[in-house]
């Protein structure tokens, strides 16, 4: 088994648009949407039959019982996370705040708090005839996403062959829910944006997952809106020694193919040929790491 | 007063929306609470007053007085002790700082230190005060960067300050809007726009804030994002054109509203439609 992660830094670069393409392209069995707090990939997969859906608990919330509570203070000023207040003399616990550490448990004189869970996003599988899908749907302005995009992956495994490429579709960003991602992964697929913005978050991104020790890749997506930026982007992967797998370019098929539900890679279009392209790469890539 | 600018999903224009609303503003604030992925510096070019490291504790354990008792590896929720080799490690990436460690262990084994997680930077561009955070390569959470961020915010909160949020709608989102007077909504013209508004959608309902949307990239196709403000009663603030001289503009850096007289009408128009909103009267 290969994973194959795509990620980007810079949010709207065209993961989904890649990853999808890669799905339809491998005829992948088994694939994951790790965008946990903004999913979209559910959008262009085909799916026929009903996911089974598992509640997603994050740790647990604190709760303050106000008939125990004395009105000690204790809670409010041990917790770290501004996550208590006091109205007069009854003392809450904000839920969005609350992190579920315990401290306001363990503080308490009188053993007013309780700690009990919520449920924080839905997991959602879906097992097709001819693949497996594991995606996911935090509730809103809940914590804890990293944990979530951990136990996407885990529903995946077990519909996982020996022989499979599992291809895992990304959040922005660099923080917990991509760094939960990185876990386990054999390549990371960078979809990069000749952009300033694009530049600046591609190579913080890059930083990510070398610190993981990941073999990163690198393609830019509309690389004609700026090609000078483009050839930066080229010229800073070869700098820093990593594969560069192509340009794709700018191509209204992509907004009217997403909004069909369909993946670009499956249109004969400029970008779906280019993305077919860099496909190729990525597989001879992997390839090559199995020997 | 405070306004938001999110999205849900990346890449749909909040960077350029809220970096033209503060300039169009004057003498407004731009707050860049993207932390992970700031851009908002890149467009504009701020002249940096002052500069902070934004710290969190850490727990450090004295291994003379540490009996190996375990209280604070039972007590971590967060699984960021472990008890190996006869000693406590601690694994700094995923402790949340809640000091729960120090407060269990029985022989006061256990100090806290000072680590560095990002940086909060102060400074003008122009007439517009400018504000950012970035969090270090390999940090799990940017949060505490963007509680300093609005702790300055707070300060300077009669002026109009501009919040440029980060993708998605998890803890860092929440942490963005808590304090916003207003969210501005930033959505694109695809299925994968709208689902992202319909969750952003519901992120500004839970938390009861007055909000509407900004259409950007529009173009004269179908526009599911439109279909969704008109299906929910959403009011528009304001439709961007998808225009390539706009996206030359800002992919180097440049500020619409004060190349092309087009865009500065747009955004001027956006900011009042937030004033004038009946709901906030």
């Known amino acids: ?291 | 007063m405070l306004i938001s600018i999110l999205s849900g999903k990346g890449g749909t224009g909040k960077t350029l929306v809220s970096v033209n609303m503060a300039v169009v503003s004057e003498c407004g604030t731009y707050a860049d609470c993207d932390v992970e992925e700031p851009n908002g510096y890149l467009f504009l070019n701020p002249v940096i007053s002052h500069e902070e490291e934004v710290n969190v504790k850490i727990p450090v354990i004295d291994a003379d007085l540490c009996d190996g008792c375990r209280k604070c590896i039972d007590f971590c929720n967060f699984n960021a002790l472990a008890y190996t080799g006869n000693k406590v490690i601690v694994f700094e990436d995923i402790c949340h700082s809640c000091g729960g460690c120090t407060l269990v262990c029985p022989r006061k084994a256990i100090t806290e230190k000072d680590k560095s997680v990002g940086k909060f930077e102060k400074g003008m561009s122009g007439n517009t005060t400018f504000m950012s955070g970035t969090m270090k390569v390999g940090v799990a959470s940017g949060i505490p960067i963007v509680k300093r961020i609005l702790k300055e915010v707070h300060v300077n909160r009669e002026e109009d300050v501009f919040i440029d949020s980060p993708p998605g709608s998890a803890c860092i989102v929440m942490e963005s809007i808590r304090y916003a007077d207003y969210c501005v909504l930033v959505a694109e013209p695809t299925i994968f726009g709208r689902h992202n508004l319909e969750m952003v959608h519901e992120l500004v309902k839970v938390f009861g804030k007055k909000y509407g949307v900004v259409l950007n990239k529009c173009t004269d196709k179908p526009n599911p994002s439109e279909d969704y403000c008109l299906k929910e009663g959403i009011s528009i603030l304001g439709r961007i054109p998808f225009d390539a001289s706009l996206g030359a503009i800002a992919s180097v850096g440049g500020i619409a509203a004060l190349e092309d007289e087009r865009f500065r009408a747009i955004f001027n128009s956006i900011l009042s439609g937030i004033k004038e909103d009946p709901e906030l009267i």
């Open chain 1, 1 to 291: 088994m290969k994973q194959l992660l795509i990620l980007s830094g810079k949010g709207g670069t065209g993961k989904t648009t890649v990853a999808s393409s890669f799905i339809s392209l491998s005829e992948a069995r088994s694939f994951a949407d790790c965008d946990v707090d903004a999913p979209n990939l559910h959008l262009v997969t085909r799916t026929e039959v009903l996911p089974e859906v598992k509640d997603y608990f994050g740790l647990p919330k604190a709760f303050i019982d106000p008939d125990i509570c004395i009105g000690c203070d204790m809670c409010r000023q041990e917790c770290r996370f501004e996550a208590i207040s006091c109205e007069g003399d009854l003392y809450t616990v904000d839920n969005n705040a609350c992190e579920g550490c315990g401290v306001c448990k363990y503080v308490c004189p009188v053993s007013a708090v309780c700690m009990h869970d919520e449920k924080a996003g839905e997991m959602m599988l879906y097992r097709e005839k001819t693949h497996t899908f594991s995606t996911a749907k935090l509730r809103m302005g809940s914590g804890t996403s990293g944990m979530l995009v951990t136990e996407v992956k885990k529903r995946l495994m077990p519909y996982v062959d020996p022989g499979d490429l599992v291809i895992i579709d990304g959040s922005p960003g660099i923080g917990c829910p991509v760094i939960a991602s990185l876990s386990g992964v054999d390549m990371v697929l960078i979809v990069a944006e000749p952009t300033l913005s694009g530049i600046s978050d591609m190579e913080r991104i890059i930083g990510t997952a070398l610190n993981f020790k990941i073999r990163t890749t690198v393609c830019i997506n509309k690389a004609d809106i700026n090609d000078k930026l483009s050839d930066e982007i080229e010229k800073y992967c070869a700098d820093k020694k990593l594969h560069f797998l192509g340009r794709i370019p700018y191509d209204p098929l992509v907004v009217q193919s997403v909004n069909d539900g369909k993946p670009v890679a499956d249109l004969d279009c400029p970008a779906g040929n280019a993305i077919k392209i860099v496909y190729n790469k990525s597989i001879k890539l992997l390839e090559e790491m199995a020997v």
